[in-house]
């Protein structure tokens, strides 16, 4: 049986992917079982996510662009097999959720979180995110104006030292977590400002998101519970 939190984080991150899509000027389309996008979308993020279990091969295929290099298919569920229409899976992840009623961990001493306000600071966001690969143009400042988008910032002697995205759903039911990073490659204390972050910003919303590998090891050490596979499909 499928986990209804997995549903809810699947959601919440079509919610979010629609955001970085609308401020691209590429707005998808919500169908009974998945979200698409008819037109390549930016770099790193799907053309299509499953919303549910049963969706099927054919309902994300006809609606996504597959003649451009580059289509990829977020299989919320492991459900799908894309192979015979010419994809690989490109990586697998697990689903995550933190409720709502855990407490917060205590940010980090010396390392101030806030909400990012300003153009300016989007971009230094966006830098320190980016890490010198070329991609910190994704975070266009239309998205500062997007009520499901906000972008959480920790400083240390006014540098930027870690960041993440919170994609705010439901009114404030749900709370995603993704693009979490540290510049100096300790994601516990980057989860733990951020929790800390998310509690005072969002009381009572849960903490949702996916991850795999070290990031989900540290997510998980920070008390998010996985709730289910996904995998991440690529046109050869």
């Not at 984080?9 to 998945?34: I, K, Q, S, V």
């Not at 966006?126 to 143009?137: K, N």
């Amino acid at each position: 049986m499928i986990d209804e939190r997995a549903k809810t984080a699947a959601r919440n991150n079509a919610e979010w992917c629609e955001a970085m899509c609308r401020a691209h000027g590429l707005p998808g389309t919500y169908g009974a079982r998945a979200w698409t996008n008819a037109r390549r979308t930016p770099m790193l993020y799907p053309d299509a996510v499953t919303l549910t279990a049963e969706a099927t091969a054919d309902d994300i295929l006809d609606a996504v662009d597959l003649t451009t290099p580059g289509c990829s298919v977020k299989d919320s569920f492991a459900s799908l097999d894309l192979s015979a229409a010419g994809f690989d899976v490109l990586f697998e992840a697990q689903w995550l959720h933190r409720p709502a009623d855990l407490p917060a961990p205590a940010a980090p001493e010396g390392v101030e979180w806030a909400r990012v306000a300003t153009p300016a600071e989007l971009a230094e966001w966006a830098t320190a995110w980016d890490a010198d690969e070329g991609l910190a143009d994704l975070f266009r400042t239309e998205l500062l104006a997007a009520p499901e988008a906000a972008f959480l910032t920790g400083r240390a002697a006014g540098r930027v030292v870690a960041g993440a995205v919170v994609s705010v759903t439901g009114g404030g039911a749900t709370a995603g977590v993704s693009n979490l990073f540290t510049t100096d490659d300790d994601l516990g204390a980057a989860w733990a400002g951020c929790l800390s972050t998310v509690a005072k910003e969002w009381p009572g919303s849960p903490v949702v998101g996916y991850e795999s590998g070290d990031a989900l090891a540290a997510a998980r050490a920070a008390g998010c519970v996985p709730t289910g596979p996904l995998r991440v499909w690529l046109a050869r």
